[in-house]
């Protein structure tokens, strides 16, 4: 038996014999199966072939990715707050020396995640680290490894605690989750942010090539657009909070300052797009 994990997307199943006979994330329009076909890996397997790679925007915020690339390829964040760490989105590689850094760093306290292509081996992470994961309760639907460590959370908004609080903004899934953080005194960030708070963005809002602005898909890899009414929702779910630093779901996406004014030209750019009122 084992909890076999997606090569395309991560995915981490429920314990089985066989692998999967396919992917539920991979087969959904908004992923895709590789022309080379399905194929599974297990934690065991990824601790011999990758390794992760830390990146430290500043003291209180760490990126952490696998190398080589596993699967969508994204970095999770830990965010060391006041109240305790967070870590934010998931990766699907972890290895004894990433369990024995973050330890050293005073563990993980609360795990909180996105959207499902994220979710990855949120499980092991949470066992290793003995905390829970918050997840919106609109995308329970793709939870494949089931956990009594998962908590489901409902409504607009949900505080871990003060100062760190997951916004629902829907769109590229119907529970698609950003995170705010906001300190008295450094706002998060110890450099970037500075008080003026900092949002975490996954690829809920997705930090585009040119890092200036932010674009809006319900797929990616599939060039799947959302609707005006979905991303002006996004606009209102952000309204009432300030931040100025986004950090999005790769290591080099970020928006290093105004990022508010940034998502807010950005949903008109894209608005205007899709209802053909561009005016260029
Ligand atoms: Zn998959
Ligand atoms: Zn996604």
Redesign the pocket.
């Known amino acids: 038996m084992a909890h076999f994990i997606c090569t395309a997307c991560g995915m981490q199943y429920a314990e089985s014999e066989k692998p999967p006979a396919q992917c539920a994330i991979c087969e959904e329009e908004?992923q895709y199966v590789p022309p080379r076909g399905q194929s599974w890996t297990t934690l065991d397997a990824l601790a011999q072939s990758h390794t992760n790679t830390w990146r430290e925007y500043d003291a209180g915020l760490l990126g952490i990715g696998s190398t080589p690339h596993f699967a969508?390829g994204q970095r999770a964040l830990l965010l060391r707050t006041d109240k305790g760490n967070v870590l934010w989105d998931c990766i699907a590689t972890l290895d004894a020396a990433t369990v024995t850094a973050i330890k050293g760093l005073g563990g993980i306290q609360a795990i909180a995640i996105s959207?499902p292509?994220?979710y990855t081996t949120m499980v092991e992470w949470a066992q290793r680290f003995d905390c829970r994961i918050h997840l919106n309760a609109a995308d329970k639907a793709w939870i494949m490894r089931p956990d009594p460590a998962i908590s489901l959370w409902e409504g607009d908004t949900f505080k871990l605690w003060h100062g760190v609080t997951l916004i629902r903004c829907g769109g590229?899934?119907e529970g698609g989750t950003v995170l705010h953080w906001q300190e008295k005194k450094n706002g998060g960030a110890n450099g970037r942010g500075q008080g003026k708070g900092i949002v975490c963005s996954?690829?809920t809002l997705t930090v585009a090539t040119d890092r200036k602005w932010l674009s809006f898909m319900r797929s990616?890899p599939n060039f799947i657009p959302l609707s005006a009414r979905e991303v002006g929702h996004i606009g209102r779910a952000m309204a009432p909070f300030s931040f100025d630093v986004l950090y999005g779901h790769y290591f080099d996406r970020v928006i290093a300052k105004e990022a508010k004014a940034v998502l807010e030209k950005s949903i008109a750019r894209y608005v205007a797009a899709v209802e053909g009122k561009r005016g260029y």
């Open positions: 908004r969508i959207h292509h994220f590229h899934f996954g690829d990616y």
